[in-house]
């Protein structure tokens, strides 16, 4: 989650009693919402489809450095 308010902020939501926060940028949202906006939303769909691909790449570079370690031992 990236919040971007200060941390008084999550106390301060006078306006909303039974109240949540944005996921992405943490203002006030009622209970049953998980964003404040659809700019949030997919601003946060956005960050979590690069944080999928950055963790596919590392794993692909983790298994490739396996497969070549594995081929060296049986050369060497």
Partial sequence: M????TA???YMCPEVSDHDHCRYC?????SDQAYCSVECYH???AVIRKEK????FWSAAALIG??????LG???
């Fill in 53 to 56: 691909y950055k963790d596919l």
């Fill in 66 to 71: 396996v497969a070549v370690i594995l081929a």
């Fill in 2 to 5: 990236i919040y971007k308010g």
């Fill in 43 to 45: 601003k946060d769909q």
């Fill in 26 to 30: 943490g203002d006030c949202v009622p």
């Fill in 8 to 10: 008084m902020d999550f």
């Fill in 74 to 76: 049986i050369i060497f």
